[in-house]
Structures are given as C-alpha cells and as structure tokens.
C-alpha cells in the first residue's frame, strides 16, 4: 500500500515546542491498584469473522469478575472520533491510528480494552502495537474464510458490495491482510462463540493479565 508523507509522519507533532510528560503515577502502582495487567486486546479479521461478537462476550466477562474492561467497537467511533474519516486506504490508516492512540490512552488508565476492527494493514497495526509497551498489545486473529464470513452476512453488507453498491469492501474490493504472528488465532468457523471466547479469557489468565 502507498502511504503519503503526512500518514507516514502522522506519529509526530505538527508543531513545535511539544514536549511529552509521564505521568507522575508509575504504571506498576495503577497496575497494582487495578488488580490487573493493563492491555489493549487487538481484534482484527474480516467482516463477519466474529471480532465484534468475542470482544463484546469478553468485556462483559471481565466485567463481570471485576476487572475493568472497556470495549472500542466497529461502527462506534466513526460516529464521533473518526466521523470525518472514510474507507480510502489513507482514511482507515488514519481511522486506526486514532483507535490505536485511544487504546493507548485507555492502557494508560489502567483498563483492558478490547478492540473490535478489521484493521486490514499490516503496518497500521504494527504501528499499533509499537505505540504500546512490551506486552501491552494483543494481536488476535479473528481468522474465517471469506465463504464463511459471507454465508453469515451479518449486517447484509457482502450482498451489498456483491451488488456493488459498497465501494471498497474488505475482501471483495479492498485488501485484507492477515498477520504474520498474532498472539492469537481463532479460526470461528471450526468454533463456538463460547470456546473463542474461553481461549482469549485463558490467554489473559495464562499470561497473567488478569487473576484466575
Ligand atoms: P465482526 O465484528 O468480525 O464483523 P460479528 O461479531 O459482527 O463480526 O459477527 C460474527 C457472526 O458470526 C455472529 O453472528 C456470530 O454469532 C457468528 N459466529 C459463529 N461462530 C462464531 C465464533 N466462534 N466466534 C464469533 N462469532 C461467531
């Protein structure tokens, strides 16, 4: 994919005379208030994977056990964050890089955010994981095939862009690309929604992200 200048330098500031301060609060000492491992829990495949379907269980889940979760999900932040944002490649590059930067923001609090995007590039979401500490970022593979994601057609978009009346869909008129090692692949055709869930839950457990 071709990246303009501005996308490519869009992690710096504009101006001048911007300086970054911490936090005068340790990132251990929040951690440790929480009662978890702060991180951000990066969703991504094609429409209709499941992305939407596991983050939402998984907030509710944590939610549930006391753990503070939050979910950024799909449509949501295009309604305000990103309303001036479209589906050119430049534009979901930008509609990620802002997500990403409210995840960090988010992990900075103290929170587990789960985010729910196709997020089709590559880099933009290697950008994503380079804007969060070692062991802050998540990748999860919401891996199933284009037939299936289409036999699903949740919200009737793939008939819609079949139809040609959504340009630049993800699979069909546009790219998705699937990492290379996310630290998880959860492939929802061959699974329930309960044991995809359970797999990203163990792996938080596993990891010690979040208490047994
Ligand atoms: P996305 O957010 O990736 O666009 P959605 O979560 O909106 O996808 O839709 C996924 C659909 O697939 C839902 O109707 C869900 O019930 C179904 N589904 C079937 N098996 C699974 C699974 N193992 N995990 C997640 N969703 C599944």
Known sequence: MMKNKETISAQQPKSENIAWSDSLVAAELRAGLMGHKPVTVWFTGLSGAGK???????EVTLVKRGVKAFILDGDNVRHGLNSNLGFSPEDRTENIRRIGEVCKLFTDAGLIVFSAF???YKSDRNLVRERHPAGGFIEVYVDASLEVCESRDVKGLYRKARAGEIPEFTGISAPYEAPDAPELRIKTGEKTVAESVAEVIGYLEANKYIPV
């Open 52 to 58: 939407s379907t596991i983050a939402r269980a998984c």
């Open 118 to 120: 196709i997020s089709p």
